[in-house]
């Protein structure tokens, strides 16, 4: 779900290539479920091998990675652990939320509506954990670290930011902000318009303090009074709103109180925010490319076309002196063709 904070966020728009040299943490699940929701074919089914095992996430991994590498740009992909005790009413939704849309979705194909069919199967995405293991592997032999979060990915890669480990993370959410990431970036997954190179969005948070005119804790209780995936803010409350209340400087229980929050209550968010369950990277660092990895995975398990599997790892050598499209403007059966493999 993520903060609502999109009306009260102004992020700077940046060239990849202009983040050449720095190394970005990249909340892995928050990517790769973009990858499986955008990277299907016409009807909503995602891209698959002639066994009928999803490739999308693979090929969006694939992509991007190769394309972050040809500018100079290092990810560290960051996968989940276990998730806390106080997201599991978030979790409960997310289910309920994907069956409507699968049930819809088969509503659709049956009605002949691929427009709806195609957008209600990007709602049903589903990434396991055999799936992660193996983006894990890919990533692997792409020679980008693959770190392993003990709970939340998206906190790990914020804190990897704030130590300094990393230049920023990268996630769609904005929950980042309120675990003290210093810069978030946005649009790593995004599917790009056929020749327009990809952008980065920046945003920095002490600028965005600054500009709101607010401190940290007041951004985190933002976060309290709308809702975030560990609580239910306050009806009513939308970020606009709470703004207001937070710019009055109340204090802390103060602030709460007036919005009818006990701050005994959300302490457990509070405290998941400010020290969330992290393990200590001291740096991320690129390794080789192993071609041979890669085609054992891509090419020999899931029939992908080592031509376009080369064409990949040949822009991941490239020098970051020209923008590089990602590939990902996908959606038709020519592109699964390029890659290799059938629809399920």
């Known amino acids: 779900m993520g903060l609502p904070f999109r009306d009260l966020v102004t992020p700077e728009e940046l060239p990849w290539e202009s983040l ?5 943490a990249v909340d892995a699940y928050n990517a790769v479920y973009q990858f499986l929701a955008t990277i299907r074919q016409r009807d909503g089914q995602p891209f698959s091998d002639p066994e009928g095992r999803t490739t999308s996430h693979l090929m969006g991994v694939l992509g991007r990675t190769t394309s972050l590498l040809g500018q100079g740009v290092l990810p560290a992909w960051v996968f989940d652990g276990k998730p806390p005790d106080l997201k ?3 979790l409960r939704e997310r289910f309920l939320a994907k069956e409507r849309a699968e049930s819809q979705w088969k509503d659709a194909l049956a009605a002949g509506d691929l427009e709806t069919a195609r957008r209600k199967a990007a709602q049903t995405s589903r990434y396991t954990r055999s799936m992660a293991e193996e983006t894990k592997e890919l990533l692997e032999a792409l020679g980008v670290p693959a770190i392993q979060a003990p709970s939340e990915g998206e906190a790990q890669a914020a804190q990897m930011a704030a130590n300094g480990v990393v230049w920023a993370s990268a996630s769609e959410d904005y929950d980042s902000l309120l675990f003290h990431a210093p810069r978030l970036v946005r649009g790593l997954a995004a599917r790009m318009p056929k020749g327009k190179a990809p952008a980065a969005q920046i945003i920095d948070r002490p600028r965005l303090l600054e500009q709101l005119g607010i401190n940290d804790d007041e951004l985190l209780m933002i976060g309290l009074l709308v809702g975030t995936d560990f609580s239910d803010g306050v009806r009513g409350y939308g970020p606009k709103k709470a703004l207001k209340l937070v710019r009055e400087h109340l204090g802390w229980e103060a602030t709460l109180a007036r919005a009818g929050l006990d701050p005994a209550e959300v302490e457990p968010v509070a405290e998941l925010f400010r020290h969330p369950e992290t393990v200590p990277v001291s740096e991320v660092l690129q390794r080789p490319i192993d071609r ?10 899931h029939s992908f076309s080592p031509e376009r599997v080369d064409g990949a790892l040949a822009r991941a050598k490239r020098k970051a002196s020209a923008p590089v499209v990602a590939t990902t403007e996908v959606g038709h059966q020519t592109m699964l063709d390029s890659f290799g493999g059938d629809p399920a």
């Not at 050449?20 to 970005?24: D, E, L, N, V």
């Open 292 to 301: 041979e990895g890669v085609h054992r995975i891509l090419v020999d398990r």
């Open 88 to 90: 599991a009413g978030t």
């Open 20 to 24: 050449a040299g720095k190394s970005i």
